[in-house]
Nanobody, 119 residues
Framework: VQLVESGGGLVQPGGSLRLSCAASGFSYPVNAMGWYRQAPGKQRELVATITSGSGSTNYADSVKGRFTISRDNAKNTMYLQMNSLKPEDTAVYYC?????????????WGQGTQVTVYS
């Protein structure tokens, strides 16, 4: 199983970035997927999630109206469009995919991609 994030980088406040998460190697269907982030010295927090069927989305209050999560099930890829970025958005962003193994449900994580918003 692999979840590979890309698209992170350096950006000034007010700028935009688009993160991608490519999923491969799953033996069972991927259900909900999500983006999480972890800033230095802080706990990992949820940014946004999206279901596999209806594509229902959920966002942290801090990113509502600025970030948009989407997924292309045919490409097994999830995206996070981040607009109006703020310095407090600086973090390592991780994608997560909910699936299962032979032993039961399991969440799988990517390696993370760094997003730095600097002025």
């Amino acid at each position: 199983v692999q979840l590979v994030e890309s698209g992170g980088g350096l950006v000034q406040p007010g700028g935009s970035l688009r993160l991608s998460c490519a999923a491969s190697g799953f033996s069972y269907p991927v259900n909900a997927m999500g983006w999480y982030r972890q800033a230095p010295g802080k706990q990992r927090e949820l940014v946004a999630t999206i279901t596999s069927g209806s594509g229902s989305t959920n966002y942290a209050d801090s990113v509502k109206g600025r970030f948009t999560i989407s997924r292309d099930n045919a490409k097994n890829t999830m995206y996070l469009q981040m607009n109006s970025l703020k310095p407090e958005d600086t973090a390592v962003y991780y994608c997560k995919a909910d699936s299962r193994t032979h032993w039961g449900p399991r969440g799988f994580w990517g390696q993370g991609t760094q997003v730095t918003v600097y002025s």
